[in-house]
C-alpha cells in the first residue's frame, strides 16, 4: 500500500512539473514572442501613459459616470487603472504580475493597492471575457 502512494505522488509531481513547464513555455516573454517585443511593446506603454497619452489612465474613465465590477462601485481613478489594465491584456500582455510591475514606470509614480487591484481585476475580467469568447 506504501507503494502506491509513492507512486501516486511521485506521478502527480511529475505531472504538476510538466504542465508549469508547459506553462512557462506559452509564456516568456509575458505573452510576446521574444524580449525585443516585450521591450518595444514596454516602451510604447511606458510613452502613451504619459500624462494625458492614450493611455493616462486619468483619461480612460469619465467623469460622473457609475463604474461596478464584481459588485464594487469604482471611482473615475479606479476606473481609469481598471481599462489600463484590460488595455495590457489587449496589447498582448498575459502576466498580470508584470503589468502591475510595469504600471508605476507607465505612469510615472508609485500604484496605490487601490488602483493595483483595479489593474489586476480589469486585466482578469479581459482574460476571462477574452476566453469566454473562443
Keep these: 500500500?506504501?507503494?502506491r502512494t509513492f507512486s501516486s505522488s511521485l506521478a502527480t509531481?511529475?505531472?504538476a512539473l510538466a504542465l508549469g513547464s508547459c506553462a512557462m513555455k506559452q509564456m516568456p516573454f509575458h505573452g510576446?514572442?521574444?524580449q525585443?517585443?516585450?521591450d518595444q511593446n514596454d516602451a510604447?506603454?511606458?510613452q502613451q501613459s504619459a500624462a494625458n497619452g492614450p493611455l493616462d489612465p486619468?483619461?480612460?474613465a469619465q467623469d460622473d459616470m457609475n463604474y461596478t465590477h464584481e459588485g464594487m462601485a469604482y471611482d473615475r481613478m479606479e476606473e481609469g487603472y481598471y481599462q489600463w489594465g484590460a488595455k495590457m491584456y489587449g496589447r498582448g500582455y498575459r502576466d498580470v504580475y508584470y503589468v502591475e510591475d510595469l504600471a508605476p514606470k507607465a505612469v510615472g509614480h508609485e500604484i496605490d493597492d487601490t488602483y493595483e487591484?483595479?489593474?489586476q481585476q480589469g486585466f482578469e475580467d479581459a482574460s476571462a471575457k477574452?476566453?469566454?469568447q473562443k
Design 13 to 15: 509531481i511529475v505531472l
Design 32 to 34: 510576446f514572442a521574444d
Design 130 to 132: 477574452s476566453t469566454s
Design 44 to 46: 510604447a506603454v511606458v
Design 58 to 60: 486619468m483619461n480612460l
Design 117 to 119: 487591484h483595479a489593474i
Design 36 to 38: 525585443a517585443a516585450l
Design 1 to 3: 500500500m506504501t507503494h
